[in-house]
């Protein structure tokens, strides 16, 4: 009787702790890895883990959260912009900014050249504007560039090549002009005054007139160095010896000289008034050595 009484119970025991453990089994499977406690993990069969065993679980799990993290804000967004072609790298512009050549062609048209210089020798046709106007703001005689230009016939020069001097009269060749202005600004810093003039370039006509009146005094009309308006005739100084030597020691500097022939003891009259532009005459005058 006893041995029968102990067997169902035996039986019953061993009955509840595998319905416990199907049990337990059942509630481990239903909970997702990625929301499982780390310290629900299963440790070794054969005791408790070590501790090291279970740092190294734990970071393992958390770095599997931080993937599926990544995956999430990541990976997820750039797959739908592939999927749309809306993948943009870098920043993208802002549509308020001009583009660069819009920023270029709204440049004021005062800050472009002038048309007449665009064209396929503009650069050359510019620098040669610009070295005129330089040299015109260089210029001791403001409108005359000083350029020499090829002669006429003596008495005969085109008005184009004769720049007036300051006393806004006298007239002589455009190169001879200058260079006497020059010496003209030397001499006022020392004397205070203008060079006095009282003749320069001399028509053809007029240098039959002055022949006329003064007889051997005046050149061959048509051989005169005014004709080629390179010659002027000064007054003054041959009355002050402070400023005749001045100008003896200082206008050959200018190119400006009272010629040989016309000093006293010279080949031809005596003319301390008379300077001529001894560069010119050498070159396209009467010159008498």
Same mark, same amino acid.
């Given at each position: 009787?006893?041995? =029968? ?40 069969? =054969? ?53 660069? #050549? ?11 050249? &002038? ?14 504007? %610009? ?25 005969? %020069?085109?008005?184009?090549? %004769? ?14 002009? #200058? ?17 006095? +003039? ?22 061959? &009309?048509?051989?005169?160095? =005014? ?6 005739? +000064? ?38 008034? =008379? ?15």
């Amino acid at each position: 009787m006893g041995s =029968h009484a102990a067997e169902p119970t035996t039986r019953t025991r061993r009955s509840l702790r595998e319905q416990e453990a199907s049990r337990s089994r059942s509630r481990r499977v239903e909970v997702p890895a990625a929301q499982a406690p780390v310290d629900a993990l299963p440790v070794a069969a =054969h005791g408790d883990a070590s501790p090291a065993r279970r740092r190294s679980t734990t970071v393992v799990g958390r770095l599997g959260v931080l993937a599926a993290l990544v995956g999430v804000t990541v990976v997820v967004p750039v797959s739908q912009s592939v999927a749309e072609g809306e993948i943009v790298i870098g920043p993208t512009a802002d549509p308020d900014y001009p583009t660069t #050549v819009s920023a270029l062609t709204a440049l004021p048209l005062s800050d472009l050249p &002038p048309s007449s210089l665009m064209s396929a020798d503009g650069s050359v046709r510019l620098r040669s504007q %610009l070295d005129v106007s330089r040299a015109a703001e260089r210029s001791s005689l403001p409108g005359c560039d000083g350029t020499a230009r090829p002669t006429g016939a003596n008495g005969q %020069l085109s008005t184009e090549d %004769l720049c007036t001097l300051w006393d806004g009269v006298t007239q002589i060749r455009a190169d001879a002009a #200058v260079a006497l202005a020059d010496l003209n600004q030397a001499y006022v810093a020392r004397f205070g005054t203008d060079i006095c +003039l009282t003749d320069g370039y001399r028509t053809l006509a007029e240098q039959r007139a002055v022949k006329a009146q003064k007889g051997g005094l005046a050149a061959t &009309p048509g051989k005169s160095n =005014h004709g080629w308006g390179l010659a002027v005739d +000064l007054c003054g100084l041959q009355n002050n010896s402070t400023r005749f030597a001045w100008m003896n020691e200082n206008a050959p500097v200018y190119g400006w000289e009272n010629p040989t022939w016309a000093k006293r003891g010279g080949s031809g009259p005596y003319e301390p008034w =008379h300077w001529e532009y001894i560069k010119g005459v050498k070159a396209d005058g009467e010159f008498y050595g």
